[in-house]
């Protein structure tokens, strides 16, 4: 399939009424986590595969919803072990994604009338990327990861030139 083919057929099952709803149902609590904690950027979950009831690409492995807080900079990040596919929930704000060392754009939107490319972004592995949330709103996200839950690394830039990496599942922002 290509990266297109998946963006829609990803699209098409973030637009089933079961998984819109079961996204309206777990934003709240990821709302919450982020007021009770002011120190946070970010609160997330997995969504078990099994709430999407078409057939995803076969190389998703695993889904998950973010709520990032109005008006921050997530800080950039990378997967070395997965390609990442997002869209654009419930709010909006920018996804830059650096290529050949420069940072490029990605203005998203939730509006579904809009084109699939300002709603969704695809970011192949270990390339960096990160949220830059509008003042008005937390922004609400759908993420597709090509390794199950469990298996997701996230690494971050350290200030030495390092990087640190972890896995998503039992960390929290």
């Not at 079961?22 to 078990?48: F, G, K, Q, S, Y």
């Not at 596919?85 to 009338?113: I, Y």
């Amino acid at each position: 399939m290509t990266d297109l083919e998946i963006l829609t057929a990803l699209d098409a099952a973030v637009a089933d009424p079961r998984v819109t709803r079961h996204v309206a149902t777990i934003a709240p609590t990821l709302d919450l986590r982020l007021r009770l904690d002011p120190n946070a950027i970010m609160a997330w979950e997995p969504i078990p595969l099994e709430t999407f009831d078409r057939p995803l690409p076969p190389d998703i492995r695993s889904s998950w919803i973010f709520v990032l807080r109005k008006g921050i900079t997530s800080g950039a990040e990378r997967h070395p072990n997965s390609h990442q596919r997002m869209t654009s929930f419930r709010g909006s704000g920018d996804f830059p994604v650096q290529r050949d060392g420069q940072w490029e754009s990605h203005r998203l939107t939730s509006d579904r009338a809009r084109p699939l490319e300002e709603r969704w972004v695809s970011i192949p592995p270990y390339t960096w990327h990160q949220g830059i949330v509008d003042p008005d709103e937390d922004w609400v996200v759908v993420s597709f990861h090509t390794v199950p839950a469990k298996e997701l690394i996230e690494e971050r830039p350290r200030e030495d030139g390092s990087v640190e990496g972890r896995p998503y599942l039992g960390s929290r922002e």
